[in-house]
């Protein structure tokens, strides 16, 4: 049995990671921590988890990490994991890190204090983080103590786009990415922005061109292109909860059916349990992937011109963040890669 630590816990991503790990056959949780004012027992917090966890959430303490864990997620927000991740790697270099900021995700330091607007204070270990998406990563994740899990948009666009850059399918200019998004994405805080009288009924773009998964995007799809990639970003807050589902305009560089398009997708992602491709004239849908760790892909291949539209869609709490998180661990620890997440 795995013993497993959470910082982080009273957030949305923290809740997700508790909910899957009670029912993983072969962890356990010993360990919760958050920003709060005194220590707490789970239930309090989340009263469903009365006689399912009786677990204290306490203030962060090192020691009782490297003395109680195996593996710690980190579900913190960004510029918080760079300070606590050396720390914990200091005094046990054997556990095993999954960070869920995006504090290890971008090897270039400039653009991180770019978008995050800090200078990065573990420089030194972002070269050791494996970024966290497995479809494309596996065998690094295997053999890693430093997992990058990767961000919610950055995930479903990658999923989306890689496959047509790896088959030569597509121009890099321009590629445009319309994402919809709940607002759980943001996390659970105080906010103006995030009150129901200012989300409901209401649909708003935001951070156009200059949002903070931009860089992550981009550096991930040049390791498959080896080119530079600028692409086009219009995120926007949907008035749900969860979910998140985009729209990818891309330029073909020659015709192609859609069923061979549709081939190449499913022959690309044959083995990957939690992708998947959609036959012709079929297009995802949130309610098909919330409370789920798939991924969902479907096309309109437009036949009389060059354009290429890619729909994806999934569970930013749990294909983009928690359940990620999880099957990142499976991996780590050579378990079953579905487990507690079908």
């Known amino acids: 049995m795995i013993r497993v630590g959470i910082v982080g816990a009273t957030g949305y991503a923290g809740e997700e990671l508790i909910k899957i790990l009670l029912k993983h056959p072969h962890a356990s949780i010993v360990y919760l921590a958050a920003k709060i004012e005194e220590p707490l027992p789970i239930s309090d917090i989340f009263g469903y988890l ?42 046990d270099s054997k556990i095993k890190i999954i960070d869920l900021s995006a504090d290890y995700r971008l090897k270039n330091t400039t653009n991180y204090s770019k978008y995050y607007k800090v200078k990065h204070k573990s420089p030194e270990l972002i070269k050791e983080a494996i970024y966290g998406l497995p ?38 200019d321009p590629i445009i990415i319309d994402a919809k998004s709940g607002f759980t994405g943001a996390g659970r805080k ?21 949002h903070q998964h931009m860089p992550e995007i981009e550096q991930e799809l040049e390791k498959f292109s080896g080119k530079k990639i600028k692409i086009n970003f219009i995120p926007q807050l949907l008035p749900l909860n969860r979910g998140i589902i985009q729209t990818i305009y891309v330029r073909k560089k020659r015709t192609i059916k859609t069923k061979d398009l ?23 849908q949130l309610k098909n992937v919330v409370n789920t760790n798939f991924c969902d892909i479907g096309f309109y291949n437009d036949l009389y011109s060059k354009t290429l539209i890619v729909v994806s869609a999934l569970d930013n709490l749990l294909k983009g963040a928690s359940g990620q998180a999880v099957q990142n661990m499976n991996i780590m620890y050579g378990f079953e890669e579905t487990l507690a997440l079908l």
């Open 135 to 172: 479809e494309f990563y596996r065998e690094k994740i295997k053999e890693s103590r430093l997992v990058a899990n990767p961000g919610c948009y950055p995930t479903l666009a990658l999923l989306s786009i890689v496959p047509l850059i790896v088959a030569g399918l597509i121009e890099f």
């Open 190 to 210: 105080a906010d103006i922005a995030s009150i129901f009288s200012e989300v409901n009924e209401n649909v708003k773009p935001y951070k156009i061109n200059i």
């Open 262 to 284: 549709i081939q190449i997708y499913r022959r690309f992602y044959r083995k990957e349990p939690f992708v998947r491709v959609y036959a012709e004239n079929k297009f995802p």
């Open 50 to 91: 009365a006689n399912r966890l009786e677990l204290y959430c306490e203030l962060l303490d090192y020691k009782k990490i490297v003395s109680n864990c195996q593996v710690v997620f980190l579900a913190l927000p960004h510029t918080a994991s760079m300070e606590i991740v050396p720390s914990i790697l200091s005094l």
